[in-house]
């Protein structure tokens, strides 16, 4: 079996290190996210072998859009956009517990803000981690790697002046998302594709994008489970320490013990949830979107399938009247052409998506598996050690 070169599968060897990006910090203000990128490179169209500049979440969002307008690129899949930053939920709980202070006793309150705090941080390590990885694929990819755009977005020391997205450019951008999902059905009706390997991708597109939204929502919901629990240890602890407080006693120091191990459970079980959170649910919503980038590779195909046959008919037509004969045959080969390179890229870029979503899943449910262990091991010597040292006593 023959190994494909780095060329024909858009990728570049792991051992690879000409084009390395990564996010080295970060910075939360009230309304934005400040991304500090790090470049290093041997890659002879840069300028200097490291770099670092400042970018916002809408220069990744430009930086995207600059990729999904070129047609050159109409026969890869261009890795989705980074969601934008969005803190707002993790806000309004710290809120609403600072008006609740008065509902609930210091140690309570004092614990329910670290874990709000904790959730605050674990958000915020997803919305860098997503924005990297953004960076990775690109910087990764033997094509993208050298679009010019990406080189001033990694290279250039100011600000793009690439601003928020209004009220008309989202409605614009979901007026064009419902044309993508209209062109899926109408072409999917109207153009007969000779190549059963794409209409089975399509199909099987369509079904793993919808396995992964239930799977996501599942995940959630486990999650939040966690949180629950953790949350309940909190109310748990902080009732044993006022109870040993209230009364003091024979069993002041047994109840005290046990608070301080639900404190500890708690603090596991929040690691549980954000475990979960980071190694499975952030996976899977990742891989719902790329997904949905596979299809629009999908639909830009039966595009340029659709302006094939148009050019096969104009040419039969041309040829019938006997005018233009030339000018027909020359668009029908140049469409002929596209659809044959398209094709050939997407066969590839459809193969390699498969191989990369098997190694990330792959990686990342054996890490959360041994995390999971690591977590259950250390709930059940906490909880062990309490019996053991109460039992003794």
Not at 111 to 121: G, I
Not at 158 to 187: H, I, K, M, N
Not at 190 to 212: A, G, K, P
Not at 349 to 361: Q, Y
């Amino acid at each position: 079996m023959s190994e494909r070169s780095p060329l024909e599968d858009g990728t570049v060897p792991l051992t690879d290190n000409s084009l390395l990006v990564d996010i080295s910090d970060a910075l939360s203000e009230k309304d934005k996210v400040k991304f500090t990128v790090h470049t290093r490179t041997t890659l002879p169209q840069f300028h200097k072998p490291e770099f670092l500049v400042v970018r916002q979440h809408e220069e990744f969002v430009w930086l995207h859009d600059r990729f999904e307008e070129n047609p050159a690129y109409a026969g890869y899949i261009i890795p989705p956009a980074p969601p934008k930053p969005n803190f707002d939920a993790s806000r309004e709980k710290l809120q609403r517990l600072g008006e609740g202070e008065g509902t609930m006793t210091k140690e309570e309150f004092t614990k329910m803000k670290q874990e709000l705090e904790a959730e605050y941080l674990a958000t915020f390590k997803k919305t860098v981690a997503m924005h990297e990885v953004f960076l990775t694929r690109l910087a990764s990819h033997s094509v993208f790697r050298e679009d010019k755009h990406l080189q001033v977005f990694l290279e250039f020391d100011q600000d793009l002046c690439a601003r928020p997205r209004g009220r008309f450019e989202q409605l614009g951008g979901l007026v064009r998302s419902l044309g993508s999902t209209t062109d899926q059905y109408y072409l999917g009706a109207t153009v007969r594709d000779v190549n059963d390997f794409f209409e089975q991708q399509m199909n099987s597109l369509n079904e793993y994008h919808s396995h992964l939204k239930e799977a996501t929502m599942r995940t959630d919901k486990m999650t939040d489970k966690h949180k629950e629990v953790a949350d309940s240890y909190i109310k748990i602890s902080s009732g044993l320490v006022q109870l040993a407080t209230i009364d003091p006693g024979p069993l002041d120091k047994f109840l005290s013990k046990i608070a301080e191990t639900f404190e500890k459970a708690r603090k596991v079980e929040g690691r549980v949830a954000s475990d979960q959170d980071l190694k499975l649910a952030d996976t899977l919503r990742y891989y719902q979107r790329d997904s949905h980038a596979a299809k629009a590779l999908l639909v830009r195909r039966l595009r340029c399938l659709a302006a094939y046959e148009a050019a096969n008919r104009a040419l039969d037509r041309a040829r019938h009247k006997n005018k233009d004969i030339h000018a027909a045959e020359t668009a029908q080969a140049q469409a002929c052409e596209q659809f044959e390179t398209m094709s050939s890229q997407a066969k590839e870029e459809l193969m390699d998506f498969k191989t990369r979503r098997i190694h990330a899943f792959k990686k990342s449910l054996i890490e959360l598996a041994e995390l999971e262990i690591k977590h259950a091991r250390t709930q059940q010597e906490l909880f062990l050690r309490i019996v053991i040292v109460n039992t003794s006593n």
